[in-house]
């Protein structure tokens, strides 16, 4: 994962850079920038041998001191003598050691067996030092810290060599013997560095490197060890920022390396009026690049802390309790932080729940919205049509909603109705389509283009209130979380098809009694017996459909 150059971050002075005695490298350069050194490196040494003569020149003995002196020096990146530092032009990082050809040709070999660990210290320093500005993440910080550490350590058993060989208690061949320990563990951090300096790896990116890199090496205890030791050391600051998610709600990520993106242009209103509001879905969402470590438990953390955002979006300030083991700042076998991270997911629903229960009332809401469009209890809608019957026989252009809301009120005080405290909420509105064109216009964007344009939809001439009536219901924060506009329209859509059923029904109790009043004549057979069989069957039909609608 690449760090995003839409971050904003704090530039790195160019001289921290172009002062080479800030950078660790001068004592690299072919030309030194300082008048107190030669053109060739160090020209004073125990032995004072003048640097324009060829190694060649002298005894083995004499030789192995020398090597000995110039091999110290380039173990912390310093050009010697006899050994040089030759770079390829243009590349930080591609360079290789070299000996002096007249040197001894087994003391030669027992040189270049040291020169890979001489590599990876200098792979290793320019990386600490590259990796350490700001634009890089704190994961890369704070690896290369961990780094620089190492780098401490290794500095000072160089320098406690250094003494043995002052003290003359140390050959080339100790030298190699103190060496070895160091190699594997030195080149397998620096086969890390290379693939995440060529790739640019930043954020999570780098976790699951060091992490994959100490599966490879679980034939080699060490090497793991110290490749988990540096991944926990990285992940602490990403597990920083998790924590602060997790616990309190807040994405704390000033260089873009979590996995969790916020979109701050969607807002909570759109949830009441957008019937494709994507605030849930949206607001917060997961990014490439999850730490495999967190790969199975993403979604966790994500809703975790949806709900605690939930929560500070209502002014309930929470905050999920930690205990001193609750913290998430180190991860290992033993999957600790999986545990507090599942705790605080726990804790967070159960918070959001209860909020939304006790004080937002949920169920009395939905209750209402059972009662008021499932029909639950129905009194008040016989009422208001029998007194808004002739408002709602009008074609659309002439129907005034702002006397069916009073009719609407007038049938829900004289009714059962009247003793819920939500029948406030409850408003009446006229559509502008039928029914059947409502259901083909709310398709999802799949299916969108197989259904044809409102336009080809043709809408009856005769359309009245009775086919575009609908009553609406008011939904605040937080509860348009649950019953949002897009679950809100299909509690519309099923009261307007059972509002069309209890009409239809009314048309047929009509129909019914009119045939009682000729019940007494005997017409058997006749076209008005069949049409009173008829009205019959198609009464039991619609009741039995209203009947099973209202289970």
């Given at each position: 994962?690449?760090?995003?150059?839409?971050?904003?971050?704090?530039?790195?002075?160019?001289?921290?850079?172009?002062?080479?005695?800030?950078?660790?490298?001068?004592?690299?350069?072919?030309?030194?920038?300082?008048?107190?050194?030669?053109?060739?490196?160090?020209?004073?040494?125990?032995?004072?041998?003048?640097?324009?003569?060829?190694?060649?020149?002298?005894?083995?003995?004499?030789?192995?001191?020398?090597?000995?002196?110039?091999?110290?020096?380039?173990?912390?990146?310093?050009?010697?003598?006899?050994?040089?530092?030759?770079?390829?032009?243009?590349?930080?990082?591609?360079?290789?050691?070299?000996?002096?050809?007249?040197?001894?040709?087994?003391l030669q070999e027992l040189a270049k067996r040291v020169f890979p660990l001489c590599e990876s210290f200098m792979l290793i320093n320019q990386f600490v030092e590259s990796r350490s500005q700001f634009k890089n993440g704190l994961v890369n910080h704070a690896f290369a810290a961990a780094l620089r550490a190492l780098l401490l350590d290794y500095q000072a058993m160089v320098a406690q060599l250094e003494h043995q060989f002052r003290l003359g208690r140390l050959s080339l061949q100790g030298l190699w013997f103190y060496c070895q320990p160091m190699m594997g563990s030195m080149q397998a951090l620096s086969n890390v560095i290379q693939r995440a300096s060529a790739n640019n790896f930043a954020g999570s990116a780098v976790l699951n490197l060091l992490q994959s890199q100490a599966k490879a090496m679980a034939g080699d205890n060490g090497v793991r060890s110290l490749l988990e030791k540096m991944a926990e050391c990285a992940s602490n600051a990403y597990l920083g920022i998790l924590e602060r998610w997790v616990y309190e709600g807040v994405i704390d990520d000033p260089y873009g390396e979590f996995f969790?993106?916020?979109?701050?242009?969607?807002?909570?209103?759109?949830?009441?009026?957008?019937?494709?509001?994507?605030?849930?879905?949206?607001?917060?969402?997961?990014?490439?690049?999850?730490?495999?470590?967190?790969?199975?438990?993403?979604?966790?953390?994500?809703?975790?802390?949806?709900?605690?955002?939930?929560?500070?979006?209502?002014?309930?300030?929470?905050?999920?309790?930690?205990?001193?083991?609750?913290?998430?700042?180190?991860?290992?076998?033993?999957?600790?932080?999986?545990?507090?991270?599942?705790?605080?997911?726990?804790?967070?629903?159960?918070?959001?729940?209860?909020?939304?229960?006790?004080?937002?009332?949920?169920?009395?809401?939905?209750?209402?919205?059972?009662?008021?469009?499932?029909?639950?209890?129905?009194?008040?809608?016989?009422?208001?049509?029998?007194?808004?019957?002739?408002?709602?026989?009008?074609?659309?252009?002439?129907?005034?909603?702002?006397?069916?809301?009073?009719?609407?009120?007038?049938?829900?005080?004289?009714?059962?109705?009247?003793?819920?405290?939500?029948?406030?909420?409850?408003?009446?509105?006229?559509?502008?389509?039928?029914?059947?064109?409502?259901?083909?216009?709310?398709?999802?964007?799949?299916?969108?283009?197989?259904?044809?344009?409102?336009?080809?939809?043709?809408?009856?001439?005769?359309?009245?209130?009775?086919?575009?009536?609908?009553?609406?219901?008011?939904?605040?924060?937080?509860?348009?979380?649950?019953?949002?506009?897009?679950?809100?329209?299909?509690?519309?859509?099923?009261?307007?098809?059972?509002?069309?059923?209890?009409?239809?029904?009314?048309?047929?109790?009509?129909?019914?009694?009119?045939?009682?009043?000729?019940?007494?004549?005997?017409?058997?057979?006749?076209?008005?017996?069949?049409?009173?069989?008829?009205?019959?069957?198609?009464?039991?039909?619609?009741?039995?459909?209203?009947?099973?609608?209202?289970?």
């Amino acid at each position: 994962m690449e760090n995003s150059s839409a971050i904003s971050c704090p530039s790195t002075p160019r001289w921290n850079s172009e002062r080479p005695f800030l950078t660790g490298r001068f004592h690299q350069e072919t030309k030194t920038t300082s008048r107190f050194f030669d053109t060739k490196g160090y020209s004073v040494d125990s032995l004072s041998l003048g640097s324009e003569k060829a190694i060649g020149c002298y005894n083995a003995a004499v030789q192995e001191l020398v090597v000995i002196d110039d091999l110290l020096s380039a173990m912390v990146g310093i050009q010697g003598r006899y050994i040089s530092i030759k770079r390829a032009h243009g590349k930080e990082d591609n360079f290789t050691f070299q000996v002096d050809a007249s040197m001894d040709l087994a003391l030669q070999e027992l040189a270049k067996r040291v020169f890979p660990l001489c590599e990876s210290f200098m792979l290793i320093n320019q990386f600490v030092e590259s990796r350490s500005q700001f634009k890089n993440g704190l994961v890369n910080h704070a690896f290369a810290a961990a780094l620089r550490a190492l780098l401490l350590d290794y500095q000072a058993m160089v320098a406690q060599l250094e003494h043995q060989f002052r003290l003359g208690r140390l050959s080339l061949q100790g030298l190699w013997f103190y060496c070895q320990p160091m190699m594997g563990s030195m080149q397998a951090l620096s086969n890390v560095i290379q693939r995440a300096s060529a790739n640019n790896f930043a954020g999570s990116a780098v976790l699951n490197l060091l992490q994959s890199q100490a599966k490879a090496m679980a034939g080699d205890n060490g090497v793991r060890s110290l490749l988990e030791k540096m991944a926990e050391c990285a992940s602490n600051a990403y597990l920083g920022i998790l924590e602060r998610w997790v616990y309190e709600g807040v994405i704390d990520d000033p260089y873009g390396e979590f996995f969790i993106a916020e979109n701050k242009s969607l807002q909570k209103e759109s949830l009441t009026h957008d019937y494709d509001a994507k605030y849930w879905t949206q607001r917060y969402s997961l990014k490439d690049g999850i730490p495999s470590f967190l790969a199975n438990i993403s979604g966790t953390i994500l809703t975790t802390g949806k709900y605690l955002n939930v929560m500070r979006e209502c002014g309930h300030h929470v905050q999920v309790p930690q205990s001193e083991n609750s913290k998430l700042m180190s991860f290992g076998s033993n999957h600790r932080y999986l545990e507090c991270i599942k705790s605080a997911y726990d804790f967070a629903s159960s918070e959001l729940l209860n909020l939304i229960k006790e004080k937002y009332d949920l169920m009395g809401k939905l209750r209402s919205i059972k009662h008021y469009l499932l029909l639950d209890q129905g009194d008040f809608l016989v009422h208001f049509m029998d007194i808004a019957r002739d408002e709602l026989t009008k074609k659309l252009d002439e129907i005034s909603v702002e006397k069916l809301q009073s009719l609407l009120d007038l049938a829900l005080r004289t009714t059962a109705a009247a003793t819920d405290p939500c029948h406030e909420d409850l408003t009446c509105c006229v559509e502008t389509s039928s029914l059947l064109k409502k259901l083909g216009t709310l398709t999802d964007g799949e299916k969108s283009r197989n259904v044809p344009d409102d336009n080809d939809l043709e809408e009856p001439v005769s359309i009245t209130g009775l086919e575009t009536f609908s009553l609406n219901y008011k939904i605040r924060w937080p509860l348009s979380i649950v019953i949002s506009k897009n679950s809100l329209t299909k509690y519309q859509l099923i009261f307007r098809f059972l509002f069309h059923c209890k009409h239809v029904d009314r048309q047929l109790c009509g129909a019914w009694q009119a045939h009682q009043g000729v019940r007494a004549l005997n017409m058997r057979g006749t076209a008005i017996s069949r049409s009173s069989l008829l009205c019959r069957s198609m009464l039991k039909f619609i009741n039995s459909l209203l009947h099973i609608s209202n289970i």
